[in-house]
């Protein structure tokens, strides 16, 4: 890390003497993008696999609850067999409701850390079979049904949607590819835009407008978490 921060400005240096500062600034932009955009993907990555997890996990929890045990034992057993990261979770919701703490304590410190629909569902049905008296195990069967529903009706939606998103990174990625298009073959555009003040305000606006575009649209074609 201290190796990458000294040779980062050596790097941009290098770059911004031999081919201009808009390069130099593009390899800036991209070595601060990265490796946000890289925390984003892993956390994306981590949302999705939790989400995977929670039926099955449910499943687990129900055929315990139906056996006749507690639900702090049937957390338990569905955190020992569910791996993370919603299997850490499940531990620590065991462990608290096992040390004493009220149920719907736990599961409102549950929700408010991870504030998602299927987490909000799943709290809201486990705490009503609890105060109510109804059968446990039906009720998260019942959640569970529900989130294999939804999961399924959002990979139709992506499926559906992969024409759109295809489409969204064309029209990002055009201007890009005709601004380079146009440096390589006209050296007047070239030497305005990349050695003229006003050049590089050009290519700065222009890039800002198109990551703003490019984000815009993905949003529209990412859906909504079920």
Known sequence: MHALLILAPIGLTAAWRAAGPTVA???????IAYPIQARIRHAAARRHRRAAQLPQALDRLAASLRSGTSL?????????????????ELAALAD??????PIAAVLDD????????????????LVLATRVGSAPARAVDGVAATL??????????RALSTQARTSAMVLAAAPIVFAAALTAGDTAAA????TQPAGWTCLTIGLTLDAAGAWWMSRLTRGHTP
């Open 25 to 31: 600034l593009a390899l800036a932009t991209a070595a």
């Open 72 to 88: 702090p034992t049937a957390l338990t057993e569905a955190a020992t067999a569910t791996p993370t990261p919603l299997g850490d």
């Open 96 to 101: 608290q409701a096992t040390r004493g703490r």
């Open 110 to 125: 549950w929700v408010r850390s991870h504030d998602d629909p299927a987490t909000r569902l799943t709290a809201t049905a």
């Open 148 to 157: 294999r529903e939804r999961q399924d009706l959002a990979a139709e939606r």
């Open 191 to 194: 030497h305005f835009l990349l």
